[in-house]
């Protein structure tokens, strides 16, 4: 999925440990991808395909002022949680 010439920016620890990173792709769809881990394997994977979101689809995920997630699709919100949560922009 990845070549040499992709882009690769790792995260890590204090102990120098790979603990997730931020890569993009060469192949045809040019995603970008960022990557959370823990100390025994991927917890955590945010993708998004640079060819495909003429239809505005997203999904937001904060802590600000409270935890929540917004999804999208076609520039409408369809899910929020939690349902109360305001409007994220």
């Not at 002022?65 to 076609?74: S, W, Y």
Request: aromatic residues 8%; glycine residues 10%.
């Amino acid at each position: 999925m990845f070549s040499e010439g992709a882009g690769f920016l790792p995260a890590k620890e204090a102990r120098r440990n790979e603990r997730g990173g931020y890569v993009t792709s060469e192949t045809e769809n040019l995603g970008a991808y960022l990557t959370l881990d823990s100390e025994d394997g991927q917890v955590f994977m945010a993708y998004a395909n640079a060819n495909g979101n003429d239809k505005r689809d997203s999904i937001s995920l904060t802590t600000y002022e409270q935890p929540r997630i917004q999804m999208r699709q076609n520039g409408k919100i369809v899910q929020k949680i939690p349902g109360t949560a305001p409007e994220l922009r």
